[in-house]
C-alpha cells in the first residue's frame, strides 16, 4: 500500500499542463474547425474583436466565456459551429504606441513619412499583436484559427468599401458635413470611445451682444470665447418669456462686424448661463443641429492645428486657440462688452490618446 506522504501526486491542481495539453489536442484534431461542406445543422458567432495594442482583461474573460459557453453546447447538441476570431487595428491606440517607439529614437511619424510609418506600425503589430491569440488560447475558447482575421487584412478592407459604397447606391447612407471629434496633436478624426472626459476647472465668462438696432441686446455665457467669431446666431428657448419679443432681431456680434439672428429653439435651455446661448454649428455639436433646423451658416475659426484661420478676423488669424481667447478677454474688456466672469467646473472631452 502506498504511503500518501510519500506520492508524488500534486497536492494543487495545476491548470497550466493539463489545459495546455488539452487545447492542443482540440486544435489536432480538428475540434475546432468548421466544415463549410457539412449536411449538420449550422451555428456560428462572430467575436467582438479585441485590439491589438494591449491584452485581455477580467472583462473580455467574461464577454468570451459567454459565447464559448453557447458554442460548446451547440456542438455538442450536433451542430456544425463556427466561432470566428479576430483582431482589430485600434487605429488611435496603435497610433500611439508606435509613436512612443519613435520618440525613444528621437523621430516622429512626419520624420518617417505615411508609408514608412505604416510600414512601422504593421512590424508593431506582428510583433505585440499576438499575446491576445495566445490569451484567448490559455482561456480554452473554441475559435477556429484556421479563419483568424485582422481588421485591415486587404479582403476585409475591400468588403467594407464594396459594402459602403452599395449601401450608398442604395439610398441607405448619404455623405453630408458633421461634427466630429479631432485631436490636433493625432491629426485625425476621433470616435467617441476614444474620448475621455475629464473634470476641468475653468471660466464662464458672461459678453454682451449688443441690439443692431440700438435695442435692448442679449447677454451670453460661455466657455469658449474664441469660438464666438465663429457664431451665426444667439438662441433662446421659445418658451423663454425674457426673449420672446428678442427672437428674429439682430445682433452685433462684437469684434468680427457681422450681424446674427436671435433664433427659438427647444434645445436650449433657460436655466442655463442667461437662457441665450451663442451657436457656433462649426464648432459644437449641439449648435450644429441648431444650425440644420435654421439654416444657419457654418464658420470654421479653428482649423485642424488648433490655429484660428483665415475665417476669423484678420487679427486673430493663425493665433493657437488658447492665446485667442487670451486676446479676444481683453479686447472684450477693452470694449466695455465683458460683463463678468464666474469659476465653472465641467467635463472636457480629451483624445484617450493624449491622456494615456
Known sequence: MVNPLESDFPTR??????????????????????????????????????????SLHMGHALDNGLPDMLIRRRKMQGYE?????????????????????????????????????????WEWKERYGGEIINQLRRLGCLLDWGRLRFTLDETLSRAVREAFVRYYEKGLIYRGLRIVNWCPRCGTAVSDLEVKFRDEDAQLWY??????????????????PETMLGDTAVA????????????????????????????????????????????????????????ERHR????????????????????????????????????????????KTEPYRHAVGTCAAVTR
Not at 30 to 35: E, K, R, V
Not at 211 to 223: N, Q, R
Not at 301 to 320: N, S
Request: aromatic residues 8%; negative net charge.
Open 13 to 54: 491542481y495545476d491548470p497550466g499542463p493539463v489545459e495546455a495539453r488539452w487545447y492542443e489536442f482540440w486544435e489536432q484534431n480538428g475540434f475546432l474547425t468548421a466544415n463549410a461542406d457539412s449536411s449538420k445543422p449550422r451555428y456560428s458567432i462572430v467575436i467582438p474583436p479585441p485590439n491589438v495594442t494591449g
Open 207 to 224: 459678453i454682451r451682444y449688443p441690439a443692431a438696432d440700438g435695442g435692448e441686446g442679449l447677454t451670453v455665457a460661455t466657455t469658449r
Open 236 to 291: 433662446v428657448n421659445p418658451d423663454d418669456e425674457r426673449y420672446r419679443a428678442l427672437v428674429g432681431r439682430l445682433l452685433e456680434l462684437p469684434l468680427t462686424g457681422r450681424r446674427i439672428p436671435v433664433v427659438a429653439d427647444a434645445a436650449v435651455e433657460a436655466g442655463f448661463g442667461t437662457g441665450a446661448v451663442k451657436v457656433t454649428p462649426a464648432h459644437d455639436p449641439a449648435d450644429f443641429e441648431i444650425g
Open 81 to 121: 459551429t463556427l466561432w470566428l476570431p479576430g483582431t482589430d487595428h485600434a487605429g488611435i491606440g496603435t497610433q500611439v504606441k508606435v509613436e512612443r517607439m519613435l520618440a525613444k529614437e528621437g523621430k516622429t511619424r512626419f520624420d518617417l513619412g505615411r508609408e514608412e510609418f505604416l510600414k512601422r506600425a
Open 296 to 339: 444657419l451658416e457654418r464658420i470654421k475659426v479653428i482649423g485642424d492645428d488648433a490655429k484660428m484661420t483665415d475665417a476669423a478676423p484678420e487679427k486673430y488669424r493663425g493665433m493657437g486657440r488658447d492665446d485667442c481667447r487670451t486676446a479676444i478677454v481683453a479686447d472684450l474688456t477693452a470694449g466695455g462688452l465683458l460683463e
